[in-house]
């Protein structure tokens, strides 16, 4: 019973970490680029890789890599900012929770999530490196209807830069047997 309130803590709190980063300026400075309001992050989360070891706390590489992305940051005046406005409600409150698969470094867990106009229910992958290391959630399904969770734009490739190869070596031609022509006679 206190594992399943221990996973229950952790997932209600890691489905909070990215609207707590939205919903965290609370100053009144508000700058307009292309029609869109940002405001600057405080201090706190004033670069992408503290944002990115905030969400690590909870969240596994990719899944923190794909919210970064999805916070639609943007530098305006050399500081970091995120678009102005109210935080969506989002399903973040675990209303159910049962885990499917139990091994020493792996859980599956199932939670019913509430909040906002809908309740989901999720699938989680929960992994560790080792016997004394904290759990991160690796997988999350539904992500497609999560403004948080869904998939990114590749980065644009940097200016390719000519890459030498080395010179294939020729194939050799298959020696076949030929045949000598004869050539005619001119009379």
């Known amino acids: 019973m206190d594992h399943e309130r221990f996973f229950r803590n952790m997932i209600e709190q890691a489905e909070q970490v990215w609207s707590r980063v939205v919903s965290s300026p609370r100053r009144k400075v508000v700058y307009t680029v292309n029609g869109v309001d940002y405001t600057p992050l ?57 885990i499917v698969r139990n091994r020493p470094n792996q859980k599956v867990i199932r939670a019913v999530l509430t909040g906002g106009a809908t309740r989901v229910r999720i699938d989680y992958r929960l992994v560790r490196t080792g016997p004394s290391s904290p759990f991160s959630i690796a997988k999350r399904t539904a992500r497609e209807f999560d403004i948080r969770y869904r998939s990114c734009p590749a980065k644009p490739a940097a200016a390719a830069k000519p890459t030498i190869k080395p010179a294939a070596k020729l194939a050799a031609k298959p020696t076949a047997v030929r045949k000598k022509r004869k050539l005619l006679k001119t009379p």
């Open 42 to 98: 405080p201090d706190r989360f004033n670069t992408r890789r503290k944002i990115a070891r905030y969400f690590r706390r909870f969240w596994g590489k990719r899944l923190t890599r794909v919210m970064v992305c999805n916070l639609n940051l943007r530098v305006v005046k050399g500081k970091l900012c995120v678009p102005a406005g109210d935080v969506p409600l989002l399903p973040t409150m675990v209303q159910s929770l049962r």
